[in-house]
């Protein structure tokens, strides 16, 4: 119970949290939760204690949050700064480890050399958290943002690594720094080598269980969950880098593996993205939290300790913070500065050394250096039984004391860095922002009723689709944005029709005459549309010629006019525009669901092609069926309203909508939600 208690009120804190941080945007969300955590410790009374088995610890905190971060990583960008992401990330974190660990044990000798590594290495890594509330308030420029997001995915491997050699060699009272060289690259590689191996293995389950028809959204998605948690396992049985496999498997994207497109994987994804979006955001909330109520425990144990003045300890956090951000800012100069000189040939100017600047204070520690810190063991593994950690309150407490450091740093220290906005033109990149961001909205919309549709009511998503088709179009007038027909996705349709019909007359199931005659007609539209300049003609007479050559010339002889009925001719060419036309909607509706295309002209063209396919079928509704299908439109509007909401709350909250715009969007809404109940 007291556990279960414990829980509920960290998540009680990170809801709180949530809404101070809509209140006051300019204090970062970190700082927010670790107030909240010491507030939480006062009127406790300082009995707020956690104690977690470590590898439990990062089992929890760390597998998970290293997923999603890797998962959602732009591998193009990663990829286009690599050399200086795998500076930072790993060089930087080894320098910074050797330069914390020999200077700390130097000034404080009682912390053993490798327990100061684990303390350097602890601090290596950077916030992801921190850094995107930063993001909300100054405009970082576009290649430190891209080699920020590179090293805090990065980093957080080689600093957790380093980290465990280090807390080995103090548990097992010896260290050698070749052979920790060594074993931190049989980890590493071994670590990179398996989450290959996982992932490729998890994208085989993924198929393998769609090939067999298992689409149960329920399934994929808590097979995603249970990912990162199976390799880590998986990983420290064979020895080797969890860390480094965790994120190579994110990477690779296990669950959404290349090129499995379609409805069921929309649906997914969309599912998917809310189950990680709300088990990061508690993740990392529960860690600054809980830094909140250790903080007083941690430190008062520090602080009363005799053996050492508390003038002291304040000199080891200031110098410590300062020794860490002096060795970032060295690293990064030297960095920059080899950039501008070999790839851009140009003098190293005040604009570039502020922007080191701004790369440094950026790096402010947090979740990942917390969650490392808790999991340093309360006793050492040689000598006599139960020997304490050597110096493990210390070490905890200089960890908290930097942490606070950064983040005040990199709260109101950067904002002076970061180039200022001139206010007209930051007005004007908002209101452009909020009209892309609006667009996105709908497209996302759009594509969650793409994939929710089912044969039952396709009619009504094909209307609701209509309707925010139609707001695309009046924000694009607005907004000056001219829209184009997609002639290339409208010539892809008529081929997909052009193969389906090529694969039935081989198959036998048309007659030959018929679909030659509705190949033609395919054919003329695409010259149309792409004026007679269109590519792949030689290429479809050759299947016709080969599809002629299948069935034999006496068979199509027997079908042609006279030998058969015309009205069984004209029965079949409905049955034949009704199949390939079928075969292009499946194939239309994979397009919305994998964004390859822009989502309002798949969904346009979708429509259309939906259409088509009802007027051949040609039913009459019944009074019922009319009362049944405004009933079904109704609650796809529901669905797509309340869908629309979470976008636009999550599109504010990721700073990709202003305050007002994303109010104004809330009551357009709410009012459309409100004329659908008929309260209005």
Same mark, same amino acid.
């Given at each position: 119970?007291e556990a279960?208690?414990?829980?509920?009120?960290?998540?009680?804190?990170v809801?709180?949290s949530?809404?101070?941080?809509?209140?006051?945007?300019?204090?970062?969300?970190?700082?927010?939760?670790?107030?909240i955590?010491?507030?939480?410790?006062?009127?406790?009374?300082?009995?707020?204690?956690?104690?977690?088995?470590?590898?439990?610890?990062?089992?929890?905190?760390?597998?998970?949050?290293l997923?999603? #971060?890797?998962?959602?990583?732009?591998?193009?960008?990663?990829?286009r700064?690599?050399?200086?992401?795998?500076?930072?990330?790993?060089?930087?974190?080894?320098?910074?480890?050797?330069?914390?660990?020999f200077?700390?044990?130097?000034?404080?000798?009682?912390?053993?050399l490798?327990?100061a590594?684990?303390?350097g290495?602890?601090?290596?890594?950077?916030?992801?958290?921190?850094v995107?509330?930063?993001?909300?308030?100054?405009?970082?420029?576009?290649?430190?943002?891209?080699?920020?997001?590179?090293e805090?995915?990065?980093?957080?491997?080689?600093?957790i690594?380093?980290?465990?050699?280090?807390?080995?060699?103090v548990?097992?009272?010896?260290?050698?720094?070749?052979d920790?060289?060594?074993?931190f690259?049989v980890?590493?590689?071994g670590?990179l080598?398996?989450?290959?191996?996982?992932?490729?293995?998890?994208?085989?389950?993924?198929k393998?269980?769609?090939?067999?028809?298992?689409?149960?959204?329920?399934?994929?998605?808590?097979?995603?969950?249970?990912?990162?948690?199976?390799?880590?396992? %998986?990983?420290?049985?064979?020895?080797?880098?969890?860390?480094?496999?965790?994120?190579?498997?994110?990477?690779?994207?296990?669950?959404?593996p290349?090129?499995?497109i379609?409805?069921?994987?929309?649906?997914?994804?969309?599912?998917?993205g809310?189950?990680?979006?709300?088990?990061?955001?508690?993740?990392?909330?529960?860690?600054?939290?809980?830094?909140g109520?250790?903080?007083?425990?941690?430190?008062?144990?520090?602080?009363?300790? %005799?053996?050492?003045?508390?003038s002291t300890?304040?000199?080891? %956090?200031?110098?410590?913070?300062?020794?860490?951000l002096?060795t970032?800012?060295?690293?990064?100069?030297?960095?920059?500065?080899?950039?501008?000189?070999r790839?851009?040939?140009?003098?190293?100017?005040?604009?570039?050394?502020?922007?080191?600047?701004?790369?440094?204070?950026?790096?402010?520690k947090g979740?990942?250096t917390?969650?490392?810190?808790?999991?340093?063991p309360?006793?050492?593994?040689?000598?006599?039984?139960?020997?304490?950690?050597?110096?493990r309150?210390?070490?905890?407490f200089?960890?908290?004391?930097?942490?606070?450091?950064?983040?005040?740093?990199?709260?109101?220290?950067?904002?002076?860095?970061?180039?200022?906005?001139?206010?007209?033109?930051?007005?004007?990149r908002?209101?452009?922002?909020?009209a892309?961001t609006?667009?996105?909205i709908?497209?996302?919309v759009?594509?969650?009723?793409?994939?929710?549709?089912?044969?039952?009511?396709?009619?009504?998503?094909?209307?609701?689709?209509?309707?925010?088709?139609?707001? $695309?179009?009046?924000?694009?007038?607005?907004?000056?944005? #001219?829209?184009?027909m997609?002639?290339?996705?409208?010539?892809?349709?008529?081929?997909?029709?052009?193969?389906r019909?090529m694969?039935?007359?081989? !198959?036998?199931? %048309?007659?030959g005459?018929?679909?030659?005659?509705?190949?033609g007609?395919?054919?003329?539209?695409?010259?149309?549309?792409?004026?007679g300049?269109?590519?792949?003609?030689?290429?479809?007479?050759?299947? !016709?010629?080969r599809?002629?050559?299948?069935?034999?010339?006496?068979?199509?002889?027997?079908?042609?006019?006279?030998?058969?009925e $015309?009205?069984?001719?004209?029965?079949?060419? @409905?049955?034949?525009?009704?199949?390939?036309?079928?075969?292009?909607?499946?194939h239309?509706?994979a397009?919305?669901?994998s964004?390859?295309?822009?989502? #309002?002209?798949?969904?346009?063209?979708?429509v #259309?092609?939906?259409?088509s396919?009802a007027a051949?079928?040609?039913a009459?509704?019944?009074?019922?069926?009319?009362?049944?299908a405004g009933? !079904?439109?109704?609650?796809?509007? @529901?669905?797509?309203?309340?869908?629309?909401?979470?976008?636009?709350?999550?599109?504010?909250?990721?700073?990709?909508?202003?305050?007002?715009?994303?109010?104004?969007?809330?009551?357009s809404?709410?009012?459309?939600?409100?004329?659908?109940?008929?309260?209005?």
């Amino acid at each position: 119970m007291e556990a279960l208690t414990l829980g509920l009120l960290l998540l009680v804190a990170v809801l709180a949290s949530s809404l101070i941080d809509q209140i006051i945007p300019r204090v970062s969300l970190p700082l927010i939760q670790i107030v909240i955590g010491l507030l939480i410790a006062v009127v406790a009374g300082g009995e707020v204690e956690v104690t977690l088995d470590p590898e439990l610890f990062l089992v929890m905190f760390i597998a998970p949050l290293l997923y999603d #971060e890797a998962k959602h990583a732009d591998k193009q960008a990663l990829w286009r700064e690599r050399k200086p992401v795998l500076s930072l990330a790993i060089g930087l974190v080894v320098a910074t480890t050797l330069v914390i660990g020999f200077l700390l044990n130097a000034f404080v000798p009682s912390i053993p050399l490798a327990a100061a590594f684990a303390l350097g290495a602890a601090l290596g890594p950077t916030d992801a958290v921190a850094v995107s509330s930063l993001s909300k308030q100054v405009d970082i420029p576009k290649r430190q943002a891209s080699m920020l997001k590179g090293e805090l995915l990065l980093n957080d491997a080689s600093g957790i690594v380093s980290f465990q050699f280090a807390i080995a060699a103090v548990v097992t009272g010896s260290f050698s720094l070749v052979d920790a060289g060594v074993d931190f690259l049989v980890e590493f590689v071994g670590g990179l080598l398996l989450g290959i191996l996982l992932g490729l293995l998890g994208n085989w389950v993924v198929k393998r269980a769609r090939s067999i028809g298992v689409e149960n959204t329920n399934f994929h998605v808590l097979f995603e969950v249970l990912i990162p948690f199976l390799i880590y396992l %998986v990983a420290n049985v064979c020895h080797v880098s969890g860390v480094i496999a965790v994120v190579v498997a994110g990477l690779i994207n296990v669950t959404s593996p290349k090129g499995v497109i379609g409805p069921s994987v929309s649906r997914m994804n969309i599912v998917s993205g809310s189950v990680w979006h709300v088990l990061t955001y508690a993740l990392n909330g529960i860690v600054f939290v809980l830094l909140g109520t250790q903080l007083p425990l941690a430190m008062q144990d520090t602080w009363e300790n %005799v053996r050492i003045t508390n003038s002291t300890l304040i000199l080891l %956090v200031f110098g410590l913070t300062f020794v860490l951000l002096a060795t970032r800012f060295l690293w990064v100069l030297a960095m920059d500065l080899y950039h501008v000189r070999r790839d851009e040939k140009r003098r190293f100017g005040k604009g570039d050394l502020r922007s080191a600047l701004i790369t440094t204070f950026c790096g402010a520690k947090g979740t990942i250096t917390l969650s490392i810190m808790f999991s340093i063991p309360t006793y050492a593994v040689y000598g006599p039984p139960n020997v304490p950690f050597p110096q493990r309150e210390l070490l905890i407490f200089l960890a908290c004391g930097v942490i606070v450091c950064t983040l005040l740093l990199a709260t109101f220290v950067v904002p002076l860095l970061a180039p200022a906005r001139d206010k007209g033109e930051e007005e004007l990149r908002r209101i452009d922002q909020d009209a892309a961001t609006t667009m996105d909205i709908m497209r996302e919309v759009i594509e969650m009723l793409a994939a929710q549709q089912t044969r039952e009511n396709r009619a009504e998503t094909r209307a609701v689709i209509r309707s925010y088709n139609d707001r $695309l179009a009046r924000i694009k007038a607005n907004n000056g944005i #001219e829209s184009e027909m997609n002639v290339e996705l409208r010539v892809q349709a008529l081929m997909w029709e052009y193969e389906r019909a090529m694969e039935l007359m081989e !198959r036998g199931v %048309v007659s030959g005459v018929v679909a030659y005659r509705y190949m033609g007609r395919l054919e003329q539209a695409m010259q149309l549309l792409q004026h007679g300049k269109g590519h792949g003609t030689l290429k479809r007479w050759n299947g !016709r010629f080969r599809a002629l050559w299948h069935r034999g010339v006496r068979a199509v002889l027997r079908e042609l006019p006279g030998n058969t009925e $015309l009205a069984e001719q004209t029965e079949e060419m @409905r049955w034949l525009q009704t199949a390939t036309r079928t075969y292009a909607v499946e194939h239309l509706e994979a397009a919305v669901a994998s964004s390859q295309v822009p989502t #309002e002209d798949a969904a346009a063209v979708l429509v #259309e092609y939906q259409r088509s396919v009802a007027a051949l079928h040609d039913a009459r509704p019944t009074v019922t069926s009319v009362i049944k299908a405004g009933d !079904r439109t109704e609650d796809i509007k @529901r669905k797509a309203y309340t869908f629309e909401l979470e976008q636009i709350q999550s599109a504010y909250e990721d700073d990709r909508l202003s305050r007002a715009h994303a109010q104004r969007m809330r009551e357009s809404v709410q009012l459309m939600q409100m004329d659908l109940e008929d309260t209005v």
